[in-house]
């Protein structure tokens, strides 16, 4: 049985996870939405606006940062699966844990630090859209550290779960987001 602080941190962290991925899942409608607008006011009304042209660009980049941490909650992500498949589950978290320890995370630091000075000389100039669009392309280069930070948060999840799985305190059989649909 796992430690239960174990599970309620697990837990906690997954559901930040799926929140965010939930509300995220609502900007593929909205883009959907304002791309067909765009259509139809350029081809039937001949009417141009950059700035509903980059508020698509801005929820493709929410959709796919944000998204992020979501589709490694839910294994989503793409894997090449020749040997990965073939490994008990044990084994799959053991792979699981080496990757998150030796990639996922270094990688995520990397980008959360080296982004820093990357996003805050867009702050710091409240920057713009050079082409008249919306003026706020400084919020748009904080999604790199919300990315980040959400990636972190996942992956601490990641470990907390497979060490639990490896311990024997947590089956790893628990459903995907497969099986819940």
Same mark, same amino acid.
């Given at each position: ?44 009304? @001949?009417?141009?606006?950059?700035? =509903?042209?980059? %508020? ?6 929410? !959709? #796919?940062? /944000? ?24 084994g799959r978290a053991a792979t699981d844990l080496f990757g998150t320890l030796f990639l996922l995370l270094p990688v995520t630091l990397y980008i959360l630090l ?5 996003? @805050?000389?867009?702050?710091?100039? =409240?920057?713009? %859209? ?6 706020? !392309? #400084?919020? /748009? ?41």
């Amino acid at each position: 049985m796992p430690h239960p602080r174990h599970l309620g941190l697990l837990r906690g962290l997954d559901a930040v996870t799926d929140l965010v991925g939930r509300a995220t899942a609502w900007l593929v409608l909205a883009m959907m939405a304002v791309q067909f607008a765009i259509v139809v006011m350029r081809y039937i009304f @001949g009417v141009h606006s950059i700035a =509903l042209q980059e %508020s698509v660009m801005y929820m493709h980049a929410m !959709v #796919f940062m /944000l998204g992020a941490a979501w589709t490694l909650r839910h294994d989503a992500h793409v894997r090449v699966d020749i040997f990965y498949r073939k490994r008990s589950p044990r084994g799959r978290a053991a792979t699981d844990l080496f990757g998150t320890l030796f990639l996922l995370l270094p990688v995520t630091l990397y980008i959360l630090l080296g982004s820093f000075g990357y996003v @805050g000389s867009s702050w710091a100039i =409240l920057e713009r %859209s050079p082409d008249g669009g919306i003026p706020a !392309v #400084f919020l /748009l280069k904080s999604l790199i550290l919300v990315m980040a930070a959400l990636l972190l948060l996942q992956g601490i999840a990641q470990l907390i779960r497979q060490t639990l799985i490896l311990k024997g305190r947590l089956s790893s059989d628990t459903p995907t987001h497969e099986e819940k649909l």
